[in-house]
T-cell receptor, first 115, second 111 residues
Framework: DVKVTQSSRYLVKRTGEKVFLECVQDMDHENMFWYRQDPGLGLRLIYFSYDVKMKEKGDIPEGYSVSREKKERFSLILESASTNQTSMYLC??????????????FGSGTRLTVV | KNEVEQSPQNLTAQEGEFITINCSYSVGISALHWLQQHPGGGIVSLFMLSSGKKKHGRLIATINIQEKHSSLHITASHPRDSAVYICAVRLIGTSGSRLTFGEGTQLTVNP
């Protein structure tokens, strides 16, 4: 069964800390995404990557950075965590090859609380 | 205005009822996804559609490209179907297959 694995299910961090959220997929997907989900706002794209070392800003990149050194791993970094970054973070991967869309797979999510 | 609109926002049904959730979008798309999220849980992809109709168990998804509309139907609903259902579209011309999401429909099925 194909999987997207997020390293932590629940995380509590202090304001100002540097936070790393890790995501690993085992499907050899070229595209990977980080979203945050907040009540009443739905899913919002933070950053995505369509290849190793490639990244593009999504709709709300401020306060975040990303790293994709290997195809299977996409990391989200909160350089200096703030309370307004308390949220559910979801990683996803997808692939389109030779015109075939292999769809989206999501991770289980990381609920981050910044205190 | 959101490019993807879902209705209703909230839906309460009795076990056994037939349920329909609607999704309308305003721009050209190359694919539409229906996603399911249980409370506190991750998101599961139910269907990916670019035309016609797909069925999986008690779930049926249809899409009408000309009318820019899709529906998700649940037959013989069950309390375990209680979840948020999210419609998402891949817009034509977007890079990296990124999706645009509706705000979701909260479904509660009572026993």
């Amino acid at each position: 069964d194909v999987k997207v694995t997020q390293s932590s299910r629940y995380l509590v961090k202090r304001t100002g800390e540097k936070v790393f959220l890790e995501c690993v997929q085992d499907m050899d997907h070229e595209n990977m995404f980080w979203y945050r989900q907040d009540p009443g706002l739905g899913l919002r794209l933070i950053y995505f990557s369509y290849d190793v070392k490639m990244k593009e800003k999504g709709d709300i990149p401020e306060g975040y950075s990303v790293s994709r050194e290997k195809k299977e791993r996409f990391s989200l970094i909160l350089e200096s965590a703030s309370t307004n970054q308390t949220s559910m973070y979801l990683c996803a991967s997808s692939s389109i090859r030779s015109g075939v869309d292999y769809g989206y797979t999501f991770g289980s999510g990381t609920r981050l609380t910044v205190v | 205005k959101n490019e993807v609109e879902q209705s209703p926002q909230n839906l309460t049904a009795q076990e056994g009822e037939f349920i329909t959730i609607n999704c309308s979008y305003s721009v050209g798309i190359s694919a539409l996804h229906w996603l399911q999220q249980h409370p506190g849980g991750g998101i599961v992809s139910l269907f990916m559609l670019s035309s016609g109709k797909k069925k999986h168990g008690r779930l049926i998804a249809t899409i009408n490209i000309q009318e820019k509309h899709s529906s998700l139907h649940i037959t013989a609903s069950h309390p375990r179907d209680s979840a948020v259902y999210i419609c998402a579209v891949r817009l034509i011309g977007t890079s990296g297959s990124r999706l645009t999401f509706g705000e979701g429909t909260q479904l509660t099925v009572n026993p």
